[in-house]
């Protein structure tokens, strides 16, 4: 760079590949100065602090991607698209989703999506769409991963816990590789302190032997699907080893004497043995736990996407919680959320197929049932924003069908994806540096962060900010009040107290018009706010929703006063600060009053989930001759970002997502790394590379997630040869959790068999 030539400003943004959402500045350039071409971690946020790992440097390849949508698009009868103007994308959109609720009721309209790792606005503005259209069903892609969890805490504690690994003694992974899918703040710095720390230790269970296990002191190489009997087994030693703490169970809990009755029949060597991991090594890992002062620990994928995920779940909070590893720093917290995603509640069961709805979303594997059927409450059309569900969800096959079928599909994204192909109207959205964006995953403790991120520069002609394309289509469905609106601009003309009054007045307490008020907001208060920001509308709402619930965390982080007082000042604060504020302030001391059960007493057990680990049974080990595999189908690799990317160069190595495999079977089967197999399950098949590695456990094999994207000229049942292969052509909707209906990706049974290789014939 010449320093004698002006250099561009390093303009303060957030990453947006995973759910950390690392603060980093970008400079712009290129011909049209529209291009992002150096990175680097932002200092001044307050969670990651400057730390970013090596995915940002791509984002580019987002911004500038390519499938990249400028204009709304409309299905012709021949299935090709045609660009049309907004005024008529709006209109026939409000005319044909009407015409679905009137005639089978709002109920019918299906929403999915809402914000993808790092833009959490668009779901707050849909909020008002789907009140004006009367819609009440949803999901997102955490009802695939984590409504197990979610509601497994709920029952056990009232809330939601996350963990303080910065101060831990002992860190506990179970079926999460945090290297390289990050989930915690400056993971890796995180990572090395603890493994260089003699004082310190780290547990990984996972099948692989992943650069995080190689970091720990300590790796369960569980076999793959067996962490029910792997925590089992640790759990009846804690007990029998006298590791519990007893003055914690007194203190807080009700229950342990069911679970001890539990624990007391488990046969623990021949639960090791199932689990393919020795009885020593399992009592060493139970003893470091049960002697750890602060303990932090974090399930993911590995176990939530697996056999027995609910009840894993459920086991995973027993081994903190016998040892009182809740409430004390370094340990579990339950953090103070802006806007919570997601409560654990379950309230109601899907209208089709019965399934339980957990924290307001319907599993995403019963979806396409829930479509291809005659029964009368199908779902009839549906809104997909920011998620890509033919590509992302189990058995793609059978959700493009679901898809097709509908009377109306709407998709709002950035890009020309697999799901937007299958759409009636396809509307384009700026994109996360393009608009005012924010995340919703602020999960940090004691002190809890927010960050409206400014566009770092404006949109092309065409695409639009999902709160306008809300507030239109709430316009159009004629949902709108104007003389609400005028009102309200005339008492906003008198000053921000008037208008704070009167919001209060007319929209907060009539239920009717509260639903409307993200839309609200962004038309009367949006066009005063800063240039750039009147997508950050909404949050005067949830800054106000904050201050009653959390008047004290609030205060604690300088915003004071009544309740509107407060949420004015936060609101303000949000405004002006473009790395992002610390808004909660809270106290290790006040968790434990934070368990939000009727008594305040932690529930130790749950009897339907006790009876599954009753159960749990270690007879021969059933195999399919057919499928003598097991296929984990999405792992987080260096270079995969789920399907934000939609160009394969992005990735520097591994461009066609290699399926990992032990030396044994690669031998078995006479390849070498490179070279291809194919790969089938019951749902499908396909060829791919592999790459043979001692990493893996034998009869173990794995593929990365996010990858086989189709391309845009190249029909969607054909992914695109050079990307990889997409995971869930493999995947079946039946495998999976019989609480909650999460999938079972991370154990989908499969077969290789040998096709022919440059490096010679199969034998
Ligand atoms: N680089 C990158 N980072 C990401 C993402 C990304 O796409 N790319 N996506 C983000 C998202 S959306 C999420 S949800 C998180 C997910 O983050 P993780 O859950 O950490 O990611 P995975 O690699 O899918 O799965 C974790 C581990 O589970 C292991 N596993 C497989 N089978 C079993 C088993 O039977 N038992 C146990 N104990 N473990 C098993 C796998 O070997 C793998 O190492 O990552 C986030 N971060
Ligand atoms: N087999 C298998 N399947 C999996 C997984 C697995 O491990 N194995 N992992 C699962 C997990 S954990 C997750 S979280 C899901 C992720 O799957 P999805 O929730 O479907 O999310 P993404 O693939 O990230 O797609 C995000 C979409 O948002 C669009 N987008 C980006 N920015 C904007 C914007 O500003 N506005 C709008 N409107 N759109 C935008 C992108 O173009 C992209 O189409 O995949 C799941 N699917
Ligand atoms: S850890 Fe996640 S949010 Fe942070 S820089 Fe890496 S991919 Fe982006
Ligand atoms: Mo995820």
């Not at 990453?15 to 049209?32: A, P, R, T």
């Not at 790992?53 to 698209?81: I, M, S, V, W």
């Not at 069911?258 to 046969?267: E, F």
């Amino acid at each position: 760079m010449n320093h004698h030539s002006q250099t561009p400003p390093w303009k303060p943004t957030a990453c947006i590949l995973c759910e950390c959402n690392c603060g980093i500045e970008i400079q712009l350039g290129g011909e049209d100065g529209r291009r992002l071409i150096r990175f680097r971690g932002d200092r001044k946020h307050p969670a990651s602090r400057g730390y970013a790992c090596e995915k940002p440097h791509r984002l580019d390849y987002y911004q500038n991607g390519r499938d990249r949508l400028l204009q709304p698009q409309r299905r012709r009868a021949d299935g090709t698209f045609e660009t049309i103007d907004w005024d008529t994308a709006i209109r026939e959109i409000a005319v044909r989703l009407s015409r679905v609720r009137d005639s089978f009721g709002g109920e019918s309209i299906f929403y999915y999506g809402g914000g993808g790792q790092g833009n959490h606005l668009p779901g707050a503005y849909a909020a008002a769409t789907r009140r004006a259209l009367g819609s009440r069903y949803r999901s997102s892609a955490l009802a695939q991963e984590k409504t197990g969890e979610f509601w497994v805490s709920e029952r056990m504690l009232g809330t939601y816990t996350r963990a303080d690994f910065e101060h831990c003694d002992v860190a506990f992974f179970l079926g999460k590789n945090p290297w390289f899918s990050h989930s915690i703040p400056q993971a890796r710095v995180t990572l090395k302190n603890i493994a260089k720390d003699p004082d310190r230790k780290m547990i990984v269970v996972d099948p692989r032997r992943t650069k995080t296990a190689e970091l720990a002191d300590i790796h369960l190489q569980v076999r793959p699907g067996t962490d029910a009997w792997l925590l089992a087994a640790m759990l009846a030693a804690l007990v029998e080893e006298n590791l519990i703490d007893q003055s914690f169970l007194t203190a807080h809990t009700t229950g342990y004497e069911d679970v001890r009755d539990m624990l007391a029949r488990v046969p623990i060597a021949t639960y090791c043995e199932h689990a393919g991991v020795s009885e020593a090594l399992v009592r060493e890992a139970a003893r470091v736990i049960g002697r750890a002062e602060r303990l932090a620990t974090f399930e993911d994928l590995g176990v939530q996407m697996n056999r027995h995920s609910t009840l894993v779940s459920y086991l995973h909070r027993l081994v903190w919680l016998l040892t009182g590893n809740f409430g004390k720093k370094g340990t579990q917290f339950v953090p103070t959320p802006l806007l919570p995603i997601a409560d654990g509640k379950h309230k109601r069961d899907s209208p089709v197929v019965g399934a339980r709805i957990i924290g307001g979303l319907v599993p995403c594997n019963v979806i396409a049932d829930e479509i291809l059927t005659d029964h009368e409450k199908r779902y009839r059309a549906m809104i997909v924003e920011s998620a890509n569900p033919a590509h992302s969800l189990a058995d793609s096959k059978r959700m493009r069908e679901a898809l097709k079928s509908l009377d109306t599909l709407v998709v709002i994204d950035v890009a020309m994806t697999e799901t937007a192909q299958l759409a009636d109207y396809v509307l384009p959205a700026a994109t996360q540096f393009e608009k005012a964006e924010a995340t919703f995953f602020n999960l940090e403790f004691p002190e809890n962060y927010f960050h409206l991120r400014p566009p770092i520069l404006p949109a092309p002609e065409g695409p639009l900010p999902e709160a306008e394309i809300h507030a239109r289509l709430v316009e159009e469905l004629g949902a709108l009040d104007p003389a609400l609106i005028e009102a309200l601009q005339a008492a906003g003309a008198k000053g921000k107290e008037a208008f704070a009054m009167a919001f209060l007045e007319r929209v907060m307490s009539q239920p009717e018009v509260a639903g409307l008020a993200p839309v609200i907001l962004y038309r009367v208060l949006g066009p005063f706010l800063p240039t750039g920001l009147d997508q950050g509308a909404v949050l005067l709402a949830l800054a106000f929703r904050c201050a009653l619930k959390q008047p004290r965390s609030l205060a604690r982080a300088g915003f004071t006063g009544t309740p509107p007082e407060a949420a004015g000042k936060l609101f303000e604060a949000i405004l002006a600060s473009p790395s992002g504020i610390v808004f909660a302030v809270d106290d290790w001391d006040e968790v434990l009053a934070r368990v939000g059960t009727a008594d305040g007493k932690i529930r130790l057990a749950l009897p339907d989930l006790l009876e599954v680990a009753k159960g749990l049974c270690t007879g021969p080990r059933l195999s399919n001759p057919a499928f003598p595999f097991v296929l984990s189908a999405g792992e987080r690799r260096s270079f995969t970002a789920n399907t934000i990317f939609r160009d394969p160069n992005w990735r520097k190595k591994d461009a066609d997502g290699a399926l990992r495999i032990h030396p044994h079977d690669a031998a078995d089967l006479g390849v070498a790394s490179g070279d291809s197999v194919r790969l089938t399950t019951a749902r499908g098949s396909a060829v791919v590379a592999v790459e043979v590695t001692g990493t893996m456990l034998p009869g173990h094999i794995s593929l990365p997630n996010g990858t086989g994207l189709a391309n845009r000229e190249v029909d969607t049942d054909q992914g695109d040869p050079s990307g990889g292969i997409a995971p869930n052509e493999l995947t079946s909707v039946e495998m999976r959790d019989p609480f909650v209906g999460t999938p079972w990706h991370k154990h989908v049974p499969a077969r290789l068999e040998a096709v022919c290789n440059q490096s010679g014939p199969p034998s």
